[in-house]
């Protein structure tokens, strides 16, 4: 079945640095999404990329997906701590556009203050 | 708007019990999902549906049943509970890419 890794497994940063999770799956994707999970949270929806090659922007925050669309990041600029958490990457399975989920087990951000 | 909630927040089971974990949402989305989290671990779809009265297995379906009798409501049913079970479940729901997901049933079996 469809499998979607991400790396690196953890990141330990210093407030100020910059900071990129990989995110590469076994199949093309017609859309990626991507989510930030707090501890002890629940994982909030920050994006999804549609189009070969997209690259969208939030503040400092920087996704891309590749052109093949079988591969996205998540790009950090000047960390800081509220940045803190589980970032996921989830692409759709099954033949289906959305819904059915299939994510990574995500990149773990540190922040040392 | 509540969004979506998830009843109770942690439960302890021993072997062999049943429960069901409560999911309700007031955003009238047609989508809904069940999926477990383990340690480390990314999230594990379980049982999803797309309206009432239609559901179907997701990645992770054994040891769980599932019903959407309504709009708002998707209850996820353990019968006999076992040590594999113990995770974080997440329910979500949707009506087109974003998933909003309720804050989890933290479960224990032991």
């Known amino acids: 079945g469809q499998q979607v890794m991400q790396i690196p497994q953890y990141q330990h940063v210093q407030e100020g640095e910059d900071f990129t999770t990989y995110c590469n799956s076994s199949?093309?994707?017609?859309?990626i999404q991507w989510y930030k999970q707090r501890p002890g949270g629940h994982p909030v929806f920050l994006i999804q990329?549609?189009?070969?090659?997209e690259v969208k922007k939030q503040k400092r925050l920087t996704f891309q997906f590749g052109e093949a669309k079988k591969n996205s990041s998540l790009h950090i600029t000047a960390t800081q701590t509220t940045d803190v958490g589980t970032y996921f990457c989830?692409?759709?399975?099954?033949?289906?556009?959305?819904?059915?989920?299939?994510f990574g087990q995500g990149t773990i951000l540190t922040v040392h203050p | 708007n509540a969004g979506v909630t998830q009843t109770p927040k942690f439960r302890i089971l021993k072997i062999g019990q049943s429960m069901t974990l409560q999911c309700t949402q007031d955003?009238?989305?047609?989508?809904m999902y069940w999926y477990r989290q383990d340690p480390g671990m990314g999230l594990k779809l379980i049982y999803y549906?797309?309206?009432?009265?239609?559901?179907d297995k997701g990645e992770v379906p054994n040891g769980y049943n599932v019903s959407r009798s309504t709009t708002e409501d998707f209850p996820l049913r353990l019968e006999l509970a076992a040590p594999s079970q113990t995770s974080v479940y997440f329910c979500?729901?949707?009506?087109?890419?974003?998933?909003?997901f309720g804050p989890g049933t933290r479960l224990t079996v032991t």
């Open positions: 979500a729901s949707s009506e087109l890419a974003e998933q909003y």
């Open positions: 199949t093309t994707l017609s859309n």
């Open positions: 990329l549609v189009k070969s090659g």
């Open positions: 989830a692409g759709p399975f099954g033949g289906t556009s959305y819904g059915k989920l299939t």
């Open positions: 955003m009238n989305h047609n989508y």
């Open positions: 549906s797309v309206g009432a009265g239609i559901t």
